[in-house]
Antibody
Framework: EVQLVESGGGLVKPGGSLRLSCAAS????????MSWVRQAPGEGLEWVSG????????YYADSVKGRFTISTDNSKSTLYLQMNSLRAEDTAIYYC??????????????WGQGTLVTVSS | DIQMTQSPSTLSASVGDRVTITCRAS??????LAWYQQRPGKAPKLLID???SLESGVPSRFSGSGSGTEFTLTISSLQPDDFATYYC????????FGQGTKVEIK
């Protein structure tokens, strides 16, 4: 059974940093692309960042480019999102999502339960 | 950037109704389109991939069609479990979601 379990969310002040983790199980982690998707309170879904199965290509939404960094540790089957220079508008539930392929054109066939990030003074 | 526009934003319907949600892309995305269902407090669930391919375990009352810039999600006979928010997503160039369509009880 595929499982994605996010952790690392919490309350942080504007300008602060946070690192999210997503522990994966039930599939060969190194075979699939992975992404982070967020949802602000009461709002829709926004794709944030994605990484290919090899980790060789990383993609970012314009809203987080230069502030967030996506990475993987295949030995631990874990996806990360390092978030720096956080802003109030980054407040959201952050979901980890598995791509249904190894690269590029992939939909997201499994999602974690989400972890809440709140940016506030 | 590719923009995705869903309509309507909210849809009121009754159990047994046939429901159609439309999604338009700002440029051609071939068939690189997915549909997700999200219930309150839950993560999204993939329903349809590549515009019309039903995911395993998804009831056959859900169907998707379209290509290029115009796509539809149809629920042939709405069931109580189907009252939720639905999102389209393009993955032709990066990933973009539509703003969502909330299906509520009439």
């Amino acid at each position: 059974e595929v499982q994605l379990v996010e952790s690392g969310g919490g309350l942080v002040k504007p300008g602060g940093s946070l690192r999210l983790s997503c522990a994966a199980s039930g599939f060969t982690f190194s075979t699939y692309a992975m992404s982070w998707v967020r949802q602000a309170p009461g709002e829709g879904l926004e794709w944030v960042s994605g990484i290919t199965n090899s980790g060789g290509y990383r993609y970012y939404a314009d809203s987080v480019k230069g502030r967030f960094t996506i990475s993987t540790d295949n030995s631990k089957s874990t996806l990360y999102l390092q978030m720096n220079s956080l802003r109030a508008e980054d407040t959201a539930i952050y979901y980890c999502a598995k791509g249904n392929g190894d690269f590029g054109a992939t939909a997201f066939d499994y999602w974690g339960q989400g972890t809440l990030v709140t940016v506030s003074s | 950037d590719i923009q995705m526009t869903q309509s309507p934003s909210t849809l009121s319907a009754s159990v047994g109704d046939r429901v159609t949600i439309t999604c338009r892309a700002s440029q051609s995305i071939s068939s690189w389109l997915a549909w997700y269902q999200q219930r309150p407090g839950k993560a999204p669930k993939l329903l349809i991939d590549k515009a019309s391919s039903l995911e395993s375990g998804v009831p056959s009352r859900f169907s998707g069609s379209g290509s290029g810039t115009e796509f539809t999600l149809t629920i042939s006979s709405l069931q109580p479990d189907d009252f939720a928010t639905y999102y389209c997503q393009q993955y032709n160039s990066y990933w973009t979601f539509g703003q969502g369509t909330k299906v509520e009880i009439k």
